[in-house]
Nanobody, 121 residues
């Protein structure tokens, strides 16, 4: 069981990126999947989560800019990030939800390795 997060990079403020989370060894369609981020010196925080029914939750700072979605393949979840800001700079992780609060990292089991997003001019 592995999660692979990819799609990060360097982008100018106002730009866009699409992150992908691909699972190997299992499908993601029956699980809630979360995207978290961790900036230097800060705690890992929930960015967005999508459940098996397609319902979503976003942290306030990304509402209207980021969209979490499932791909046609059952082992893929995306995070479309638009109107990026310097404060979005962080390592982004995807994770499989298990139980408990969706905002809590301990509620997630499998984690991807993270992909760096840097927003800078």
């Amino acid at each position: 069981v592995q999660l692979q997060a990819s799609g990060g990079g360097l982008v100018q403020p106002g730009g866009s990126l699409r992150l992908s989370c691909v699972a190997s060894g299992f499908t993601l369609d029956h699980n809630a999947i979360g995207w978290f981020r961790q900036a230097p010196g800060k705690e890992r925080e929930l960015v967005a989560v999508i459940n098996s029914g397609g319902n979503t939750i976003y942290t306030d700072s990304v509402k209207g800019r980021f969209t979490i979605s499932r791909g046609n393949a059952k082992n893929t979840v995306y995070l479309q990030m638009n109107s990026l800001k310097p404060e979005d700079t962080a390592v982004y992780y995807c994770a499989v939800y298990d139980s408990g609060s969706v905002h809590y990292t301990g509620s997630y089991t499998y984690w991807g390795q993270g992909t760096q997003v840097t927003v800078s001019s």
